[in-house]
């Protein structure tokens, strides 16, 4: 049985992108804080820590998750990938190619939802698509070249980093 | 950020849960049990809630089952919405889950959690009350099996130190005519204007709702009205308007006007597709 303390910070370690972290954490501190403030990876943004944006979005198990609503002691025995893991990766670069940009905020949970839709469905159509990418909000509305990105980069099969 | 601090436990039986709530709350603090956790951690975060303890039943194995077992599909209390939309196992109960929040809010949400919700829609009990689904609950050293509909009174009626453990769905119920309609104010994601889940069994429509009433309901002298096909289908409708629980909600999501109209037109919409398939 898994048990922290109430008030005290305890030390629990996290496996982020590929690598185990040392973190010191309150119990009530969510995945999203734990990244940001103990492991210094900033790539998950702070948005409306209540689910409903997806600029915090980060894998867990492979799947897109909102860090915002996790605990970090809830996950100290599952992989996470955050955006710093997942450089230079084909989804990465048909964002850029795509022109799929704008002020930049919401771009990291956008790409970690991405290359989980394409990595987990290569064959993805244009209703899953849709499905999966109603969980980022995108306040520039750069709907059209996110899309445009996803399109591209399943067009090409290149859904992996080679 | 949650601005106060509380103890996280996840036991890994039942049985330690339930203690552990129950210790907890003998010497005067209060425990939650604790699924996908999202709202408790959106509740907490704008000091909506306050709980001195949280008992994760994730690490507890009858709470992540999700298959079939002899005539029975098992669904456990922290299987999360999108594995039970992928599963395909119950395709009402996937339709209706996959509607709820976002798709990445999904792998969190469960469907333990989502039928102790705080909130009034909680639909993704309305195919479990429409296919008379039965629920395993966990206190102490006991457990029991009720049916849902016996202690859903607007919300799931547990026992202090009581959980929900498993759904049981007949597996008679899996694969009969369905429909699920969800209307939202705008967006595909969203709160429901009106949500409706229905199955045919034995040529009789049998049909839940959330979104309009203050809880999800499912009402027999409603299905009565509606199954009534001597009767045209929209003088049904009319006067099914007329047996709803309680006044229908009026709210920012939607007046009490609207969500009548497109309670309406949903109903129409089903009674028609559905009475084909008799």
Known sequence: MNSLSKTSKQLIQLHVNGETHDAVVRSADTLLIALREQLGLTGAKRGCENGDCGACSVLINGKPSHSCLSLAVEVIDQPITTIEGLMDSPVSKAFVDNWAIQCGYCTPGFIVNCHSLITTHPDANDELIEEWLQSNICRCTGYEEIREAVHTLLASGQTENE | ?278
């Open chain 2, 1 to 278: 950020m949650i601005a106060f601090d509380f103890k996280y436990i996840k036991p890994t039986t039942a049985k330690e849960a339930s203690k552990l709530f129950l210790n907890a709350k003998q010497k005067g603090n209060k425990a939650m049990f604790y699924s996908g956790g999202t709202e408790i951690i959106t509740l907490a975060r704008v000091n909506q809630l306050q709980t001195d303890m949280v008992i994760d039943i994730k690490g507890i194995p009858e709470c992540n089952v999700l298959e079939i077992r002899g005539n029975e599909l098992v669904i456990g209390s922290t299987v999360s919405l999108n594995d039970i939309a992928k599963s395909k196992l119950f395709p009402l109960l996937g339709d209706t889950v996959q509607r709820i929040a976002d798709h990445t809010s999904r792998n969190k949400i469960t469907i333990g959690g989502n039928l102790n919700s705080e909130l009034i829609y909680k639909e993704g009990i309305l195919p479990l009350l429409v296919a008379d689904a039965k629920v395993k609950l966990a206190k102490g050293l006991e457990q029991r099996i009720v049916s849902l509909e016996s202690i859903f009174k607007k919300q799931l009626e547990l026992e202090t130190g009581e959980f929900l453990v498993q759904i049981i769905v007949d597996k008679s119920y899996l694969d009969h005519p369905h429909m699920a309609k969800k209307r939202t104010k705008i967006s595909k994601v969203g709160y429901p204007v009106v949500s409706v889940a229905a199955l045919v069994k034995e040529c009789q429509i049998q049909i839940a709702f959330s979104g309009v009433c203050q809880y999800p309901f499912r009402s027999f002298k409603l299905e009565s009205v509606l199954n009534d096909t001597k009767v045209p289908v929209m003088e049904r409708i009319g006067t099914a308007m007329q047996h709803l629980p309680e006044d229908v909600v009026d709210d920012i999501q939607g007046t009490k006007a609207y969500r009548t109209f497109v309670l309406r037109n949903v109903l129409k919409d089903i009674l028609e597709e559905l009475e084909l398939t008799k």
